[in-house]
Structure formats: structure tokens, C-alpha cells
């Protein structure tokens, strides 16, 4: 089965440009988390969902970041307008309902760049 | 106050040797799952194990098994017969709130750096 799958792996921008990362997660997982991983903060949840509907989003920074899911399989985190501090690894993660409490799967992350 | 701390920036073993990795931990919730993450120099992020809080055994899953001492509040990785695939990041988490009433969200730690020496 595939994992999950994130787009693009690596980005590189000018500050004030729109961003947008895509995730797709594994087939029959009912949640969906979008992670960031930077050096001075670590991995830190930005939001997720169940079932297609946000659950938590209080990790996300500011109003410049916005996610949404469609549907089951496609999920988008947007930065408008994107900033340097945003440089970040993003991860998508998915996990099988109830049992996410005890495994999520992550993707292979995007690695953004704001110049 | 921190949730997950883990006190080793950087280990370095031998191979072969077992080697343990630190994570202590800080919730007042009675139900908690605490997880290990491996992260290699690609950077993907690879579930290790899983220990929830009312488990009575630790957790074990091939050569990684998970010293859980709840008094104590610590989770820590024990890797037994480390190999030289093993050098990675190394990231213990912590969800608080039962599964059952949807509680999903993961605090990591900052990781410890693992080397293993040939």
C-alpha cells in the first residue's frame, strides 16, 4: 500500500508568494495531521482532521496559514503571503481512526524555503 | 512547563551495544500514549513504538522495547544490538486523552541524535 504522499518535496520561494502544500493519506484513515518541524521549535502540530473536519487547529501560527480537506484523500496547507520564518519541513501524517491514538503515519515531508 | 523532555542532544555507542535513549514526560491526565519516532538523514519520520498508560507490560517491538516507569513518569527507548542503520534523530511523543473520546494530538520532544560507531 502506498504511505502517504506529500507535494511538492522541496519548495523554494521569495517572501510575499503564495504557498501551497499537498498531502494525500493513506486510504481509509479517518484523521489527518499537518505537522512542522523547525530547528529552534522542533515537530509541532499545526492541525488536523477527522472525518475532513479541522478538529484542532491552534498550532497553526497565524492567519497567514490556512488548511483545508475536500475530501478523504486530498488535504491542502496554504501560506499567503509566505514570510522567511516560514522555512520549514512540513509533514503530513494519517492515521486509521481510533487506533491513531497509537500510530500515525507520516509522509515524507516538504521542505520549504522563503527567500 | 515542558511535556516531553529528552536531556540527550547527542549519544554515541558502539555497534552492537545496547544503547538507551531518555524521554521523561509531564501530564496529569490519566490516560496518555507515549510514542518513539526515528528520524534518518532522508527525513522521514519512522513509528517505532507505542506504550499507552494503562498498559501493565512494556511495550516491545523487535530489537526497541520502551522502559516504562509511570511512577517516575519516564519512557525510555532501549535499542538492543545497535547497528550502524540505527544512527538517526531519535523523538519521543506524548498524546493526552483517551482514544476512545478521539484524543489524537502528539507533543515531541527535541530529540536526541544517535551515532553508532562501527
Known amino acids: 500500500d502506498a504511505g502517504v504522499i506529500q507535494s511538492p518535496r522541496h519548495e523554494v520561494t521569495e517572501m510575499g508568494q503564495e504557498v501551497t502544500l499537498r498531502c494525500k493519506p493513506i486510504s481509509g484513515h479517518d484523521y489527518l495531521f499537518w505537522y512542522r518541524q523547525t530547528m529552534m521549535r522542533g515537530l509541532e502540530l499545526l492541525i488536523y482532521f477527522n472525518n475532513n473536519v479541522p478538529i484542532d487547529d491552534s498550532g497553526m501560527p497565524e492567519d497567514r496559514f490556512s488548511a483545508k480537506m475536500p475530501n478523504a484523500s486530498f488535504s491542502t496547507l496554504k501560506i499567503q503571503p509566505s514570510e522567511p520564518r516560514d522555512s520549514a519541513v512540513y509533514f503530513c501524517?494519517?492515521?486509521?481512526?481510533?487506533?491513531?491514538?497509537?500510530?500515525?503515519?507520516f509522509g515524507p515531508g516538504t521542505r520549504l524555503l522563503v527567500l | 512547563a515542558q511535556k516531553i523532555t529528552q536531556t540527550q542532544p547527542g549519544m554515541f555507542v558502539q555497534e552492537k551495544e545496547a544503547v538507551t535513549l531518555d524521554c521523561t514526560y509531564d501530564?496529569?491526565?490519566?490516560?496518555?500514549?507515549l510514542f518513539w519516532y526515528k528520524q534518518p538523514s532522508s527525513g522521514e519520520m519512522i513509528f517505532l513504538i507505542y506504550?499507552?498508560?494503562?498498559?501493565?507490560q512494556n511495550a516491545t517491538e523487535g530489537r526497541y522495547s520502551l522502559n516504562f516507569q509511570k511512577a517516575r513518569k519516564s519512557a525510555n527507548l532501549v535499542i538492543s544490538a545497535s547497528q550502524l542503520g540505527d544512527s538517526a534523530m531519535y523523538f519521543c511523543?506524548?498524546?493526552?486523552?483517551?482514544?476512545?473520546?478521539?484524543?489524537?494530538?502528539?507533543?515531541f520532544g527535541q530529540g536526541t541524535r544517535l551515532t553508532i560507531n562501527p
Open positions: 501530564t496529569s491526565d490519566p490516560s496518555y500514549g
Open positions: 511523543a506524548m498524546r493526552e486523552g483517551f482514544i476512545i473520546q478521539g484524543a489524537q494530538k502528539l507533543v
Open positions: 501524517a494519517s492515521s486509521p481512526g481510533l487506533a491513531g491514538g497509537k500510530t500515525q503515519y
Open positions: 506504550q499507552g498508560s494503562y498498559d501493565q
